[in-house]
């Protein structure tokens, strides 16, 4: 009976620091969710910088197009993956919206219940979410779905919306693996 009064522990403890660097990778796939977010945000300000400088010029120089014909196509598919990789670094930042009014107010186990209730609903959302997109992209794919506009394969954008949804959903997991090992559920420090 005293070795495994002595074993329980040890396995408790490498599980639990399995489930840490677990969680660490996540964070460090949060953060390059983020980076990604950024660098599509950054496209999409340039290409409407130069969207509008083409416009500019056009009314001087003659024969410069009046605009850059994928300019509105891109922006959406730059849109829609910006809001997508911003989406695991901003959770786990703590920069979601939230009620504070009632998370004030709540006693610290009410307030652990509500947090693992809404990540647990998340993560079922964002879980749905990445499968049909995953889905959709496939589909996409598979009958070589092209934009009108550019002839763009449009299983790329739908895939990166899909790897976006992904990373969040491991974010929210991660997020009810950190209320289960009483771990700080957000973490200012990732955006430093």
């Known amino acids: ?33 983020g980076w990604l977010g ?11 910088i ?35 990789f911003g989406a695991a670094l901003t959770l786990r930042a703590g920069g979601h919206i939230r009620v504070r009014v009632l998370l004030s107010n709540a006693s610290p186990a009410v307030l652990k219940l509500l947090e693992g209730l809404s990540a ?5 959302f964002a879980t749905f979410f990445s499968i049909a ?11 070589d779905e092209r934009s009108l506009a550019s002839s763009t ?10 790897f976006g949804a992904l990373l969040l959903a491991l974010q929210l997991l991660a997020r009810l693996g950190q209320l289960l090992l ?3 559920v957000e973490d200012k420090n990732m955006i430093r």
């Open 133 to 143: 997109m995953t889905h959709f992209s496939w589909q996409s794919f598979v009958t």
């Open 50 to 84: 130069a969207g509008i400088v083409v416009r500019t010029l056009s009314a001087v120089v003659s024969w410069l197009p009046r605009d850059i014909p994928i300019a509105w196509e891109y922006s959406s598919y730059l849109m829609a993956v910006t809001f997508t």
């Open 153 to 162: 394969p449009l299983w790329i954008p739908k895939a990166f919306v899909a």
């Open 1 to 33: 009976m005293e070795h495994i009064d002595t074993v329980a522990p040890v396995a408790s403890s490498k599980g639990r620091a399995f489930v840490k660097k677990t969680l660490n990778a996540i964070d460090l796939l949060a953060r390059l969710d």
């Open 120 to 124: 647990a609903a998340g993560f079922a």
């Open 38 to 48: 950024a660098l599509c945000l950054l496209l999409l300000c340039l290409l409407m």
């Open 182 to 184: 009483d771990e700080p």
